[in-house]
């Protein structure tokens, strides 16, 4: 075994990551058939992990894939996973497909090779809490409109991440930093992979999920502690004009832990640097995952 080697859990075991494999017959491999999930790990614990199995649970529901494990087998997995990984901060993800099939669409158990789900939780030590996040990045309006609802729920973290993947060409060919997607009528839905807040008049503001985006946990947890800190957050519908004239602009998600939009093709976002109300959410996004990890660690001291 390589060393410095990841340990995955896979299917019940807890093995080198050299040796995780699923077959070419893998549903999520044929066709994105699957849900997964991104879980921050921070002071050792995953954080807002209930969160995370709803909305897994609710995505396994709506595609019929069964759930594989029970609360408590999902929470004993992803602990023995950050333990054998030493992992103090970072990302795991935790997938589930559907099982293995053949070459067809054909999704029933009956018909599947396989029909028991394939199950990995793959840790990475990794966040983006570094320099980027000081200086502030650069994005891009993408030509493409997010995955309308109406023909895949965004609110299923699915394994296909094709839209996502050609805003990611789309911005890597612009040089820039991250894409920012509208619906079809020209709402801001979210980023690729995060949601959006931007900051009017003091105000935060940030699209609702009627809209096509994904209800992401650390805008779910961002709204929670800005209110609890007395800023005024409202979930409503905004243009691209609206979010390019704003004051401040920021984005979220598990591994981005809320970063400044400073630009917006090509134009400057207030004074073109991360603003001050960004950077107080930051923080306080920071404060409270480091505030719930002690609490966790307390409890487990009892
Ligand atoms: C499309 C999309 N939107 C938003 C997010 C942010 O969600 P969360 O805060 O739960 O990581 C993600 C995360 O991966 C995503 O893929």
Known sequence: MPKNELTIYLNGEFIPESQAKVSIY????????????????????????????????????????????????????IMKVIRLNSMD??????????????????????????????VVIIPEEWL?????????????????????????????????????????????????????????QGY?????????????????????????LLPGITREVIIEIARREGYQVSETVFDAFTMCTAEEVFFCSTVRLGGPVIEIDGRKIGDGKPGPITKKIRELLLEEMTREAEEFHQGLKK
């Open 188 to 212: 801001v839905t979210e980023g690729t992979a995060y949601n959006i807040f931007i900051v009017k008049n003091g105000k935060l503001y940030t699209p609702p999920l009627t809209l096509d």
């Open 128 to 184: 983006a809490y570094g320099e980027a996040m000081d200086k502030g990045f650069r994005a891009k309006v993408l030509s493409r409109p997010r995955t309308p609802s109406a023909s895949i729920p965004a609110g299923v973290k699915h394994c296909n991440y094709l839209n996502t993947i050609l805003g990611a060409i789309e911005v890597s060919a612009c040089g820039l930093d991250i894409g920012i997607a509208v619906n079809l």
């Open 26 to 77: 893998d549903r999520c491999f044929l066709y994105g058939d699957g849900i997964f999930e991104g879980i921050t790990v921070w002071g050792g614990v995953p954080f807002r992990l209930d969160a995370h199995l709803k909305r897994m649970y609710k995505g396994l529901s709506y595609l019929k894939i069964e759930n594989p494990l029970t609360d408590e087998e999902w929470e004993k997995a």
């Open 89 to 118: 901060k970072g990302y795991l993800r935790p997938q589930v497909s559907r099982g293995e099939g053949m070459l067809s669409t054909k999704w029933e158990p009956r018909v599947l090779r396989k029909a028991k789900p394939n």
